[in-house]
């Protein structure tokens, strides 16, 4: 079995030169971002009881699967994580090392899927943030994940909840009205309910930490953390 869907693949590959662009096809990623690092920082810090103020996540070993361009990566490094990244599109790798070099950031970039990373590193950290609606199977993706995770370590999966209301707002209003995002970006019938998550995780011996909603208001353009879990929500995970 793979966790990696080809067509997904191609898609996110054909446009991989976008991502560094604030105002192009991943302008609502850069949006996304800060609250996404943000909620990242503070759960790892508190989790860890760590106390340095200058690089927070010193010693942290952190896995960003399905990572991009590096939109995560670069910041997490930059907050004195041990960074790897992984994707499966190799365009997306090419793109996220030429931008860490660029910024003279040492990141360990690979093109890998979950099951396929050849390392013997168990990681403290793992983000799966807006990927596990594009994987083949999730199941096999979140076992292949839970794998890589050390005992006591967290997870963090970041993804669309399979609601009417995020059919309206993640594909007609994103893709066919706003225009945020390309046509097709985004399949329905991928999304996953909250609960389906956390009983396949459960399964992966991956207990619920947390379960947050990701809520954009439209009037000042900015995101921020919420108990409306019916568009994005974000799980915070522990390896038992």
Not at 10 to 19: G, Q, R, T, V, Y
Not at 211 to 228: Q, R
Request: proline residues 4%; hydrophobic residues 40%; contains cysteine.
């Amino acid at each position: 079995m793979n966790s990696i869907n080809k067509k997904e693949i191609e898609k996110f590959s054909k446009i991989a030169e976008e991502w560094w662009n604030p105002n192009g096809k991943f302008k609502p990623l850069h949006n996304f971002n800060p609250i996404r690092i943000k909620y990242i920082k503070e759960n790892i810090i508190n989790d860890f009881h760590i106390k340095s103020p200058d690089k927070p996540l010193k010693k942290i070993n952190l896995l960003d699967i399905g990572c991009g361009g590096g939109l995560l990566s670069e910041p997490m490094c930059r907050l004195g994580a041990n960074v790897y990244g992984i994707d499966a599109s190799a365009k997306n790798i090419e793109v996220a090392k030429f931008h860490a070099k660029k910024n003279k950031l040492k990141i360990n970039y690979k093109v890998a899927s979950p099951e396929k990373l050849k390392t013997n590193i168990k990681f403290d950290v793992i983000l799966n943030m807006e990927i596990v609606e594009h994987v083949e199977n999730i199941d096999f993706f979140i076992k292949a994940s839970a794998k890589l995770l050390k005992k006591n370590g967290i997870m963090f999966v970041a993804t669309l909840n399979k609601t009417l209301k995020s059919y309206a707002f993640a594909i007609i209003g994103a893709e066919y009205i706003l225009k945020w995002l390309p046509i097709g970006t985004h399949d329905w019938e991928k999304f996953v309910r909250p609960d389906d998550l956390i009983r396949i995780s459960k399964k992966n011996n991956l207990s619920l930490k947390k379960l947050n909603g990701m809520k954009f208001n439209i009037l000042d353009d900015s995101w921020k953390i919420s108990n409306d879990t019916s568009i994005n929500y974000i799980l915070k995970l522990k390896k038992d």
